[in-house]
């Protein structure tokens, strides 16, 4: 596992904005998985300028979203409505500015009416497509990834889970309150990608920002690998793990240090 420490956010979002293009040169068709929230929004402009001012080319990659609210999301007759979903952020945020097909993106159907049988379907399409090359991942304020919340197995694949009050709070606050919805309008179940799915990616970048976060990204990192910190399981990744953190995030890590020495010995080779 590698983990970089920036300056601060923007360094922060132009560094994975960087790793996630070097994939694209390499392979025009890879498999990215993507996360929705405020921190990946930075490299999620990133790679929109890299693709109006270097000619970034998506139109060959295929992506799967980590996560969707039960209840809500693309409706068929308005692909992008003008709601909370996930669907509509990721549209918003980053596939309408960029060239890629929105045949070849993916989101959890939390419309559909048997999201049981979706979560089954949606590991079988990430199989079908050769699995996730490069997933993208943000840390919640208790630790957890996607809506993998504490308590979920570490081997858990796609799933309906229920979210936690802490969740809840936070996603209201990011994603509710300014559009003018209340707490009751929030839906309280969602569809995840499980741990083990999101570990079979070849490779993960985790994403975290601000002093509010170096609790649990130390936990993460450097703490016991529990289900009562999902995001621990990064220790688990059997392929390539990379953690770039802006300083404050990175203040609470008793390793920095090495952290920074390694970075720089492995520019050297």
């Not at 996630?20 to 990946?40: E, Q, S, Y």
């Not at 109006?52 to 693309?74: A, C, P, Q």
């Not at 957890?144 to 936690?164: D, M, R, V, Y």
């Not at 569809?191 to 993460?220: D, E, P, R, W, Y």
Request: a negative charge.
């Amino acid at each position: 596992m590698d983990v970089l420490i920036r300056a601060d956010y923007d360094q922060m979002s132009k560094t994975a904005a960087s790793r996630i293009a070097d994939l694209v040169r390499k392979k025009p068709d890879c498999v990215l998985g993507l996360a929705t929230g405020g921190t990946p929004i930075g490299t999620y402009k990133e790679l929109i300028r890299m693709h109006r001012e270097e000619g970034l080319d998506f139109s060959k990659v295929r992506t799967f979203n980590l996560d969707e609210y039960l209840g809500i999301g693309r409706d068929l007759d308005k692909p992008y409505p003008q709601d909370q979903s996930y669907a509509r952020f990721m549209y918003e945020e980053l596939f309408k500015s960029i060239n890629i097909p929105l045949k070849n993106t993916r989101v959890p159907d939390g419309l559909s009416k048997d999201p049981e049988a979706f979560c089954v379907e949606y590991e079988e399409a990430i199989r079908a497509a050769g699995g996730v090359d490069l997933q993208l991942l943000g840390i919640g304020g208790d630790g957890h990834w996607a809506f993998n919340e504490p308590g979920t197995s570490l081997a858990s694949k796609t799933h309906i889970e229920a979210l936690t009050r802490q969740t809840l709070d936070d996603n209201y606050e990011l994603f509710y309150k300014g559009a003018g919805f209340s707490r009751d309008d929030m839906p309280h179940f969602a569809i995840t990608m499980g741990i083990g799915t999101i570990l079979s990616a070849k490779s993960l970048i985790m994403l975290a920002n601000g002093k509010k976060k170096a609790g649990v990204v130390s936990a993460a990192l450097e703490g016991p690998i529990t289900s009562q910190v999902t995001s621990s399981a990064i220790q688990m990744c059997a392929g390539k793990a990379t953690v770039i953190l802006d300083e404050e995030a990175a203040s609470s890590l008793r390793n920095i240090e090495f952290y920074q020495h390694k970075e720089k010995l492995k520019a050297t080779l």
